[in-house]
């Protein structure tokens, strides 16, 4: 009987299809992972387009940015603690780079404020549209900051992607809303720069440690700031601001699994479905209509942003294993 097993055991016909069949399993999990971490991409987009929509509703009936702050980080805490409790550990939080942290929060922070005032004074779709100008700007500081060598392909679609802004931003007298724009902008270089810093401290610091001492300064300067001027919410204004930080915790979760889940270079481009989002809800909620304008030149600045994603993942993919992971370009201030 022991011999028959042993035959058994190495039996061509038995084993062939066992093995051909976890080999198919193997070559279709790459797909899924890629098909999951799109999806789950796709869905943090449809949460920052609400966040953004909450902020100007809620900036509407009077609420000031910086209490809108306070309330987005103080309960992303909820999802964010649950979070770092089921995966990580809250041993996650020790770190060696303090002031490493406490410059990407300045800067990311600086951000937050002017991409939240941006919504009050542009449509929603417009504020969105510019907000993606972030990777060309990180990309012009990399440069300048991290002396990292930037060649003329992706300088040349840094240019392209400032004529797109310039179409959304439209220079014309009359025609151009100065403040929004300026705080949109001002908004994606603030975007850009805690990309820069977190690059600096990515090689020591996880991404849950980062966003939560993010999380904790964003609480701590919506404090600061609601302390000078306090607006008391009437109970459906808490509500939304109760919700915008639950969905903007949420969002930044899923932005993070997106990339645990698939390749930073398969799920950043689908980042500019947010877009669709903020176009559908300026419309539903405010009756807004993107501009021709507004679109044009969101369609050129999404083409270069996605063609520096190429050119700086196939740059990384030379310089392996000894380059770091390329950063999320979009999450730094959200």
Not at 205 to 210: D, N
Not at 272 to 289: D, K, M, S
Request: proline share 7%.
């Amino acid at each position: 009987m022991l011999q028959s097993l042993r035959v058994r055991d190495v039996d061509p016909a038995r084993d062939r299809p066992q093995t051909a069949t976890v080999t198919s399993a193997a070559s279709q999990l790459p797909h899924q992972r890629n098909g999951l971490g799109i999806a789950y991409r796709v869905m943090a987009m449809a949460c920052m387009a609400c966040l953004s929509a909450i902020v100007k509703w809620t900036g509407e009936r009077g609420v000031p940015v910086f209490e809108i702050i306070l309330f987005r980080n103080l309960f992303a805490f909820a999802p964010l603690g649950l979070y770092i409790w089921r995966t990580t550990g809250f041993s996650v939080l020790k770190t060696r780079r303090p002031l490493g942290h406490l410059t990407r929060s300045a800067i990311g922070i600086f951000g937050m404020v002017c991409g939240f005032s941006a919504v009050q004074y542009l449509p929603l779709t417009s504020a969105t549209a510019l907000n993606f100008a972030a990777p060309l700007f990180m990309t012009a500081l990399s440069a300048l900051i991290l002396h990292e060598p930037v060649g003329r392909h992706r300088w040349g679609a840094v240019v392209v992607g400032f004529l797109g802004v310039l179409i959304m931003a439209r220079p014309e007298p009359g025609h151009m809303n100065v403040l929004g724009v300026s705080l949109a902008l001002g908004g994606a270089v603030g975007s850009a720069g805690a990309m820069v810093a977190i690059r600096q401290i990515a090689a020591t610091e996880k991404g849950p440690t980062i966003v939560f001492y993010f999380t904790a300064a964003g609480v701590l300067l919506g404090l600061v700031g609601s302390a000078f001027r306090w607006v008391t919410p009437d109970p459906v204004t808490l509500g939304l601001l109760i919700l915008g930080g639950l969905i903007g915790g949420v969002g930044q979760l899923l932005l993070t699994e997106a990339l645990r889940v698939a390749p930073v270079g398969v799920v950043a481009p689908f980042d500019y479905i947010q877009l669709i989002w903020a176009t559908g809800l300026g419309f539903l909620i405010w009756g807004e209509l993107p501009q021709p304008a507004t679109l044009a030149g969101a369609l050129v600045v999404a083409a270069s942003g996605v063609y520096i994603l190429h050119r700086e993942l196939a740059r990384r993919r030379v310089l392996a294993p000894a380059a770091p992971a390329c950063p999320d370009p979009t999450s730094a201030t959200r």
